[in-house]
C-alpha cells in the first residue's frame, strides 16, 4: 500500500489549484480542516468506514459533523473522494493543503510551547528573534505545555528548536547514565 502522504498528495494539490483559481484558500481552509477534524475522530472515522454505508450517506455524515455548508467545488471534492475511497486521507490532504497555502504565501506555521503563558511583548520579541532564523513570516501559535518545566520548545514545520528545560534535563540524563 502506497505512503499515505503519497496518496493524499494528488488530492491536496488538486484541491489548492482550485481553490487558488477561485481565489478562495483562504476561505476554503478552515472547511478543510474541519473536515480532517471530523474524520481524525475515531467513532467518525469507524463509521465512515461502514461498507453498508452508501457514498451519500458518508458525505452527509460528514457535513453533518462539520456542521458548515460547504462550498461547492469542496463539496465535489468531498465527494470524490468519498467515490474513491479515500476517506482516511483528509487529515493529510487537509495537512498538505496548508502547507501548500503556506508556500504560496510566504508564511510558515510557528508553534510556540511554553510552561508558563507569555505577554504579548514576550512573544511579540520571541517572533521577531524567530523572524532572523527563518526565512518566512511565521504565523505564531502558543500553546501552555506545563511539562517542560521551563523555557520554550519552537516548531516550524520539520525543525524543532528546544530550549526547555525538559529537553535540558533529557540531555544530562543521556550524558550521566552513558
Known amino acids: 500500500m502506497a505512503e499515505l502522504s503519497t496518496v493524499a498528495r494528488p488530492y491536496?494539490?488538486?484541491?489548492?489549484?482550485?481553490?487558488?483559481?477561485?481565489?478562495?484558500?483562504?476561505?476554503?481552509?478552515?472547511?478543510?480542516?474541519?473536515?480532517?477534524?471530523?474524520i481524525s475522530h475515531p467513532q467518525v472515522a469507524s463509521i465512515a468506514a461502514d461498507p453498508r454505508l452508501s457514498d451519500a450517506q458518508i458525505f452527509?455524515?460528514?457535513t453533518a459533523v462539520v456542521r458548515q455548508t460547504l462550498p461547492l467545488?469542496?463539496?465535489?471534492?468531498?465527494?470524490?473522494?468519498?467515490?474513491?475511497?479515500?476517506?482516511?486521507?483528509?487529515?493529510?490532504?487537509?495537512?498538505?493543503?496548508?502547507?501548500?497555502?503556506?508556500?504560496?504565501?510566504?508564511?510558515a506555521d510557528c508553534?510556540?510551547?511554553?510552561?508558563?503563558?507569555?505577554?504579548?511583548?514576550q512573544l511579540k520579541e520571541l517572533v521577531a528573534l524567530l523572524a532572523r532564523k527563518f526565512p518566512r513570516r511565521l504565523k505564531p501559535q502558543l500553546r501552555i505545555e506545563p511539562r517542560l518545566i521551563g523555557g520554550v520548545r519552537v516548531t516550524v514545520g520539520d525543525r524543532v528548536l528546544d530550549g526547555s528545560v525538559l529537553a535540558r534535563l533529557d540531555a544530562m540524563r543521556v550524558q550521566l547514565t552513558t
Open 60 to 62: 452527509d455524515l460528514l
Open 111 to 121: 508553534l510556540i510551547e511554553t510552561a508558563f503563558a507569555l505577554s504579548d511583548a
Open 12 to 38: 491536496a494539490e488538486a484541491l489548492f489549484s482550485a481553490a487558488r483559481s477561485k481565489g478562495a484558500a483562504d476561505a476554503w481552509l478552515p472547511s478543510i480542516e474541519a473536515i480532517a477534524e471530523a
Open 73 to 107: 467545488e469542496l463539496a465535489a471534492f468531498l465527494k470524490l473522494v468519498i467515490e474513491n475511497d479515500r476517506v482516511a486521507t483528509l487529515l493529510e490532504v487537509a495537512s498538505q493543503f496548508r502547507r501548500l497555502k503556506n508556500d504560496a504565501d510566504g508564511t
